[in-house]
């Protein structure tokens, strides 16, 4: 094997890994478990989250999961796109990879949406509404 072939190699071993390398986001505090260590109050929501109904907090969720659908639809319409520019990027150039779309502003919403739900879901938990 010739050098130019094993540096080939190493580059895209190094990208193939550079693609695997992030990191799921932190997990909430536990709240709900019979385990947990923290007990919900009123203190732990901000004044507009506090001050929902359950209703409103149900009409949130509903408005959260069909945006939160719209971002992933997003993604998903460019990942045939990416995944072909990327085949035919490690197999003939490279740089091709520069030319898929990584969807960070649709990934960035979908990271707030979970964030934004699960803020919901504690209140709804403390407000004891129905699920």
């Not at 193939?16 to 390398?21: E, I, N, Q, V």
């Not at 659908?69 to 520069?98: C, H």
């Not at 979970?114 to 699920?131: E, G, I, R, S, T």
């Amino acid at each position: 094997m010739s050098t130019l072939n094993k540096f080939l190699l190493i580059i895209v071993f190094l990208l193939a890994l550079y693609g695997c390398a992030t990191s799921a986001p932190d997990l909430p505090p536990d709240y709900g478990s019979v385990h947990s260590k923290h007990r919900l109050s009123v203190d732990d929501f901000d004044p507009e989250t506090a001050n929902l109904t359950c209703e409103e907090i149900k009409q949130e969720l509903v408005e959260l999961n069909s945006e939160h659908v719209i971002q992933s639809q997003e993604i998903g319409d460019k990942r045939d796109s990416n995944q072909t520019i990327g085949f035919f990027g490690s197999l003939f150039f490279l740089p091709a990879y520069l030319a898929t779309d990584s969807s960070a502003q649709a990934n960035e919403k979908i990271t707030n949406l979970h964030f934004a739900k699960d803020k919901l879901y504690k209140a709804q938990v403390f407000k004891q509404c129905p699920p």
